[in-house]
């Protein structure tokens, strides 16, 4: 998954990503600054997933349909 934010200013902090159950499947934190980053999800199986991505001025929800 490539995440991009609109805001060149902002950066990406954190990226959570659940499970349809509400499972945390995967959380990765960003030691750098950037607006942009590639969150491997091949390990994770077909199914429907919620993403948060945290950054410097809120958190925003995304929602992603995986398929294999």
Same mark, same amino acid.
């Given at each position: *998954?490539?995440? =991009? +934010?609109?805001?060149?200013?902002? =950066?990406?902090?954190?990226?959570? *990503? &659940?499970?349809? $159950?509400?499972?945390?499947? !995967?959380?990765?934190? $960003?030691?750098? %600054?950037?607006?942009?980053?590639?969150?491997? *999800?091949?390990? $994770? =199986?077909?199914?429907? &997933?919620? *993403? !948060?991505? &945290? %950054?410097?001025?809120?958190?925003?929800?995304?929602?992603?349909?995986? +398929?294999?």
């Amino acid at each position: *998954i490539n995440i =991009s +934010l609109k805001n060149q200013n902002n =950066s990406i902090e954190k990226v959570i *990503i &659940y499970n349809i $159950l509400g499972q945390e499947v !995967m959380n990765k934190t $960003l030691d750098i %600054t950037n607006n942009a980053t590639n969150i491997n *999800i091949n390990n $994770l =199986s077909a199914g429907i &997933y919620q *993403i !948060m991505i &945290y %950054t410097k001025d809120g958190i925003s929800i995304k929602k992603v349909d995986k +398929l294999n």
